[in-house]
């Protein structure tokens, strides 16, 4: 998970006067164009959920290593301690 992945939300939850359970903790929600079935680009407290393809793992032995990149595993690792 990005540190910036956790402030985006984190300042949303604070604009809203939110408890880390009452935030939605998607990033990117409305961004995507028609092409994607989905709400948002990614899903930190149901990954690989966020939209129709989306490859996070849902569990820690299933992470893909940084070769494939940052995002595809910044999922739920921080949001469950969080909730």
């Not at 929600?29 to 948002?40: I, N, R, S, W």
């Not at 407290?45 to 893909?64: I, L, S, W």
């Not at 999922?75 to 909730?83: A, D, E, R, T, Y």
Request: overall charge negative.
């Amino acid at each position: 998970m990005r540190f910036t992945d956790v402030v985006g939300v984190l300042a949303e939850q604070w604009a809203q006067k939110q408890e880390a359970n009452q935030a939605d903790w998607l990033l990117g929600e409305g961004c995507l164009g028609p092409k994607y079935d989905g709400v948002a680009f990614r899903s930190m407290r149901a990954p690989g959920t966020a939209f129709e393809g989306d490859a996070q793992p849902v569990h820690m032995d299933n992470y893909r290593g940084m070769l494939e990149g940052p995002h595809i595993n910044s999922g739920g690792s921080l949001w469950m301690p969080g909730s």
